[in-house]
């Protein structure tokens, strides 16, 4: 089992959603609170260990690095990625 943090992310008036993801190796928890982050919640919701994850969020990720896909400029939570 991979290590994981549980996101609990603000889509504004969409909601909270919550995802597993498997960012620990790169991101301390600290580094990750308050930031934005480009997600996708038109998935079906999907059993992650004890997690039901309601969203992906996007990441690059070259072998064992993992980087977070994020606007530059802060965006009202919940914009449309186009």
């Known amino acids: 089992i991979k290590p994981a943090y ?3 992310i603000d889509f504004g008036p969409i909601g909270i959603y919550k995802s597993s ?3 620990t190796r790169n991101y301390k928890t600290n580094d990750l609170i308050g930031v934005q982050v480009t997600a996708v919640i038109n998935f079906p919701k ?10 992906l969020v996007l ?3 070259d072998q064992e690095k993992v980087t977070l896909i994020k606007p530059l400029k802060k965006v009202i939570n919940g914009t449309v990625v186009a």
Do not use: E, N
Request: aromatic share 0%.
């Open 59 to 61: 990441a690059a990720v």
């Open 46 to 55: 999907k059993q992650i260990g004890k997690t039901m994850s309601s969203c």
């Open 21 to 23: 993801a498997q960012l």
């Open 6 to 8: 549980i996101l609990a």
